[in-house]
């Protein structure tokens, strides 16, 4: 049986020879919530594109709900909901006239619009709102309208390109817990994110895309397996002020006495040792630091992310602007003392 | 059918998108009202160098002050056009069913629609100052549809400079740049025959003075030069315009169609 997506041996190459998407192949089964994931310029919005009929392939096969995308766009686009990465409402008309006008614009009629509307507006929280102009929303109301907006006609897929960026913790709580209550309910999702945590928990498959071809494809679970590895995490009293010696003398000790280990990186606090089945390592390792006389001040296990997943087959962690958001906070903080 | 379904709803659209933002309509209003309030009053002693017809300069101004109307809100809508492109808003019609020319049909709709509206309040406000339609109530319908294809045509031209360089801040600079040179070398606020004659040269192929002439034409009842009156309908002037006019939006439309579908495939 083909699935509800199904992307062969695809590419894109623009007017200018820029190569954004390279033969990449993927199924996503219907009721599926699939992530796909990857650095910025990596081809995600390239094949969502494509999908979504915006964008003309230029080689290979892409099909949705077995639809061509090239020679039944129009059938398509009856079937599936588009979020772009941008919030995109009309902020001059009302929340009830963006739905209303989304539901025109799919050739619904009018009674049905009415009654759809209706209960969108409900489902998204708007319903108070629903008269006001999408201008003075909050950012996270126009999200949940743009949301809304997409799910007029009871699309059968959605197509979702980071739906949450940009938006509070408590907002993207909300969008996520739409996205699931809509899995449930039937709907296919593919989504690009860069919350993985959230992918962990939603998606069933995932695909990371890197330079335009799949790196890795599966279920996070099977991903994360693959790291094959905990990470454990080891402080030492006094590291700052004889760290290196404390960091070697440590190196040694884990060399001598440990034949499980992977990987060993030095860390802010001490080290970071991974290896798998990690936490049953943990009374060894107190024990042969004792003997040593390196007296540890914290110690953590933690079983591979995501976020390692993603380091492994991009070879870049997927927050950026996080990460230099946590450096801005180290500096300014740096600075009060 | 969805053709026009389509192409309805977008139309409804703008114009919910005009009424909301009155200082739109403020702005492209604001100096047609001043020329008519304040220019034809400062050249008020001008009309009657300008030809034995012209009795009242206003009067004589109003068609070039309705077509400078036409001319200032028919290039606001290439900026529309840039701001759904940029927002997203085009894309996101573009992934549903929706007829890709009804797009570009429901725009044109309201462009001309609001086209008209203005047209009215400007004719309203010069009959208000003594400005009578001397072939009467046909001859305001002929004004107001002339201005109205003319507004169409110019539209085509913004819409076509938006698509190309997707630059509100292009089509403004240009539109500057171009409105003043042909209203100024156009028998817009003069006849021909007070221009120097390099001019009056320049002004004989200039677009706008084709269109103007017919426009001026059912107001002030006299023929091109202004030197006969009470000609009624002067036919020949007004389908020579249709023609131009015709011509220019055959060009500045077909330009329109040929960008959008680059756009949207």
Known sequence: ?337 | MSFFADAFHLFVRSMKKLVRNPILVFFSLFQPIIFLLLFTQLFSGLGRFLGAGVLSYTAFATAGIVLQNAFSSAFQSGTAVVDDIKSGFLSKMLATPVNRSAILFGRLLSDVFRVVVQTVIILVLAYALGVYPATGAIGYLLVIFTVAFFGLAWSGISLALGLKTKSAETVFGIAGAVTFPLLFMSTALVTAGFMPSWMQSVSTFNPVSIAVNAIRNPITGCNVNQTICNVGFDWNTILQAFGVIGGIGIITLGATLYLFRKVVS
């Open chain 1, 1 to 337: 049986m083909p699935g509800i997506i199904d992307v062969s041996q695809l590419v894109k190459t623009y007017g200018d020879g820029t190569k954004a998407v390279k033969g990449i192949s993927f199924r996503v089964d219907e009721g599926e919530f699939f992530g796909f994931l990857g650095p910025n310029g990596a081809g995600k919005s390239t094949t969502i594109k494509i999908l979504t009929t915006l964008l003309q392939k230029t080689s290979g096969s892409a099909s949705v709900a077995g639809l061509n995308v090239d020679s039944d766009a129009p059938k398509i686009r009856k079937i599936i909901g588009v979020q772009n990465q941008d919030t995109v409402v009309d902020e001059d008309l009302t929340g009830r006239e963006n739905l209303v006008l989304q539901g025109q614009l799919q050739q619904m009629h009018s009674a049905a619009i009415k009654e759809r509307v209706d209960e969108l507006l409900k489902i998204v929280d708007l319903a108070d709102a629903a008269d006001k102009r999408a201008g003075f929303y909050s950012g996270g109301m126009k999200k949940r309208l743009d949301l809304a907006t997409t799910l007029v006609h009871n699309p059968k897929i959605l197509f979702l390109d980071e739906p949450t960026t940009g938006l509070d913790p408590q907002s993207r709580a909300a969008i996520w817990a739409h996205l699931k209550k809509l899995n449930e309910q039937g709907i296919t999702i593919f989504i690009t994110t860069q919350y993985l945590e959230e992918v962990d928990r939603l998606c069933r498959r995932l695909a990371i895309v890197d330079l335009g071809e799949i790196v890795a494809q599966g279920s996070p679970g099977e991903l994360k397996q693959e790291i094959g590895a905990d990470s454990i995490s080891l402080g030492f009293e006094n590291s700052s002020m004889n760290g290196g010696d404390t960091r070697k003398r440590a190196r040694e000790v884990l060399q001598n006495r440990f034949d499980r280990i992977s990987n060993v990186v030095d860390s802010d606090i001490g080290l970071t040792v991974y290896a798998k089945n990690g936490s049953y390592m943990v009374p060894e390792l107190v024990r042969a630091f004792d003997e040593a006389q390196i007296r540890l001040s914290t110690i953590g296990v933690s079983s591979p992310t995501l976020d390692d997943v993603f380091l492994k087959h991009t070879g870049k962690r997927i927050r950026v602007e996080e990460v230099s958001s946590a450096n801005m906070r180290g500096m300014f903080g740096r600075r009060r003392r």
